[in-house]
């Protein structure tokens, strides 16, 4: 073959790639991940919260070289998430945090640990007693945020954190992501079932708000519910109740837990059993393959190797503190989560 009949072949093939009928049939992406990263503190007491304990003096003699180990097994694990199969070896568009005390923290651990300056934040401080809070990280240069704003959660004029709700914009198509952080199970099921029935019921709101405006809209909640996929403020108050193919049907506003489709036994242990209380849930509009959307293999809890371990026969989660103990080698009591969303 003559070098101009090869040249001739090449732009022509330059030019399939860029045409519409290539896009369509290789649809792009944006992967989602949700970590509860276990009491992200800094060093310093702050007189405003309860935060004594993760201070040089505190119980857990929480200093800033036990910090700058945290940061350095955070951005271990979240620099592998891009090889988890649905990733492709890309890493994360948006990340959403709990238990994080100020955004500083997250600044210093993508650009100091992750090495990474293309993501920017959303963070709030809100009046959770201990001063953990949600956090987003995003990629600026795939995404913009055209809004975000807070919804208060206060029960019995206590405050809890706060429920993040972020409009994203991608190629001119709009995506809301919630990031939630539910009250506890502290103190028993009869005590702390209300206050998350509570939580649920502002989402919930939030969420009815959205699709009065558009039925079809796409939205995306992530969250440490502190509750399982049959728990009534999941089930019930949340109305995530239905498979992929009853909600892509339903015309009642019910959402598709995740959890659904996947064979992963939970992202947090207790007492040697497996529980699902962080969760990736959606709307209907992400299962009609519009815009955004999703496929029943878009889930995953991920969990390499070395966060989950084995103790005796019991499975355990490599994290930061166990009761008093601290392990250098720990991360988190939490198993991170991630989504993969097609777009259309």
Known sequence: MS?????LLLLG??????????????????????????????????????????????????????????MKNLAQVILDMKTAPIASGKMPDIIGFCEVEHQALL???????IKSRNYAFIYKETEDFRGIDIGFAYDKNRLQVKS???????????????????????????????GNHWPSRSGGKKRSEPKRAKAAAILRAAIDARLAKNPSADIVLLGDFNDEPKSPSIKKSLKANGSFEEVKQASDGRLYDCWKGSDAPGSYIYKNEWNKL???????????????????????????????????????????????NYDPDGYSDHLPLLLLLYVK
């Open 3 to 7: 070098i101009k009949p090869f040249f």
């Open 13 to 70: 093939w330059i030019f399939f790639c860029q045409s519409p009928l290539f896009s369509q049939n290789k649809p792009d992406s944006l992967l989602l991940a949700w970590w509860n990263v276990e009491n992200l503190f800094d060093t310093t007491d702050d007189p405003q919260t309860k935060d004594e304990e993760f201070t040089p003096n505190g119980k857990k003699q929480w200093t800033e070289v036990r910090l700058a180990q945290k």
């Open 278 to 324: 962080d969760h990736a849930i959606v709307s209907k509009g992400l299962l009609d393959e519009q815009d955004f959307y999703i496929t029943k293999s878009s889930f995953v809890c991920f969990r390499p190797g070395y966060l989950v371990k084995s103790s005796k026969g019991n499975a355990y989660i490599a994290r930061t503190y166990k009761g008093k």
């Open 148 to 178: 975000f704003k807070a919804h208060p959660v206060v029960i019995n004029e206590e405050h809890s954190r706060d429920i993040l709700e972020v409009e994203f914009e991608v190629q001119g198509k709009t995506l809301v992501v919630f």
């Open 107 to 113: 600044d210093t651990l993508f650009c100091d640990y």
